[in-house]
């Protein structure tokens, strides 16, 4: 799964949203974030990110990142 981290936060575009093929960007408080069951790993919006906000989880120390956009894409 991809994963959106802090630097979203005070990001105004939402480039990332429109191109994901399964809608599974949400609003968090401050910063948007990507449920991680619903993502397929596509990877079509880590390059549209300006913020360079969305990684892969695959990177070290992601997890935490990943409970993170989990909490929030369920909120509600
Ligand atoms: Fe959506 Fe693909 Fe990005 Fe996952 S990797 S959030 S499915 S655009």
Known sequence: TYVVI????A???TDCV????VDCFYEGEN???IHPDE?????????ECPADA????TEPDMEK????NR?????W
Do not use: Q
């Open 6 to 9: 802090d630097n979203c936060i």
């Open 11 to 13: 990001c105004k575009y």
């Open 18 to 21: 429109e191109v994901c093929p």
């Open 31 to 33: 910063m948007l974030v």
């Open 39 to 47: 993502c397929i790993d596509c990877g079509v919006c880590e390059p």
């Open 54 to 57: 969305i990684r892969p989880d």
């Open 65 to 68: 990142w990943v409970e993170f």
């Open 71 to 75: 909490k929030y894409s369920e909120a």
